[in-house]
């Protein structure tokens, strides 16, 4: 019985750490350049940077960019296409500084992101 209790006073000791998530409805319209994340869902105050997004675009096609924005400039014409119902991951908090996304025809586009730093 002792070492039951000893055991369990050991397990309580180790630190749990919980993921933190933010979520957003983000609008990709047609800023020049392209829409980039939400920068208060991505780095929220008090909270670890967010290293991971899933995304799925609700409506609208949009183009998307996901390297330097400062060597390519996402239009409505370059970028890859991203349909709608179609899901964006990113695995890397770079990646998600640099995401840009511009709408490909005259209406906005709306992803549903879910956020999360480890």
């Not at 369990?8 to 180790?14: F, N, R, V």
């Not at 991951?89 to 998600?96: D, G, K, L, P």
Request: proline content about 5%; hydrophobic content about 45%.
């Amino acid at each position: 019985m002792r070492k039951l209790f000893i055991l369990s006073l050991l397990l309580a000791a180790i630190p749990v750490s919980a993921a933190f998530y933010s979520t957003e409805n983000l609008t990709v319209d047609a800023t020049a350049g392209g829409v980039p994340f939400t920068a208060t869902k991505i780095t929220v105050a008090g909270q670890p940077p967010m290293t991971y997004a899933d995304c799925t675009l609700r409506t609208a096609e949009i183009a998307y960019l996901w390297v330097d924005p400062a060597q390519t400039t996402l239009t409505a014409t370059n970028g890859k296409l991203l349909e709608v119902g179609q899901q964006l991951i990113f695995q890397a908090r770079q990646e998600m500084l640099n995401f840009r996304a511009i709408r490909t025809t005259g209406t906005s586009g709306v992803l549903d992101c879910i956020y999360k730093a480890p």
